[in-house]
């Protein structure tokens, strides 16, 4: 079951680890996409830690760790693809991250309260 932050972060469990997205809603906010700067595969990230870096023709905008654990894998398609972004919010994924601690993704918004939270 997907899960969101109040960031427009979705979070897909995978395993032990959790994929993390933006949510259509954030790609339509940011426009066009145009450069992705992802994290380096193995770094520790505190909850809150700044480690992306979104730049669209409107803006710069970051990601930032919805929880604490180790980024395990990045989305290298970005590089080169950014725009991917804004054809397939759901599906470019940014980081793959193993949480410091299990079950640390149940107390995230479900689609409904994500829905309600963007009206």
Known sequence: MLRYTENHEWLRPEGDELVVGIT???????GD?????LPEVGREVAAGDEIVVIESVKAASEIT????????AVNDVLGTDP??????????WFFRIKPAEAGAADGFMDEA??????G
């Not at 259509?24 to 940011?30: K, M, P």
């Open 65 to 72: 760790a919805p929880l604490a654990g180790t980024i395990t």
């Open 24 to 30: 259509d809603h954030a790609a339509e906010q940011l």
């Open 33 to 37: 996409v145009v450069f992705i700067d």
């Open 83 to 92: 725009g991917s972004v804004n054809t397939d919010a759901m599906g470019a």
């Open 113 to 118: 309260g994500y829905q309600a939270l963007i």
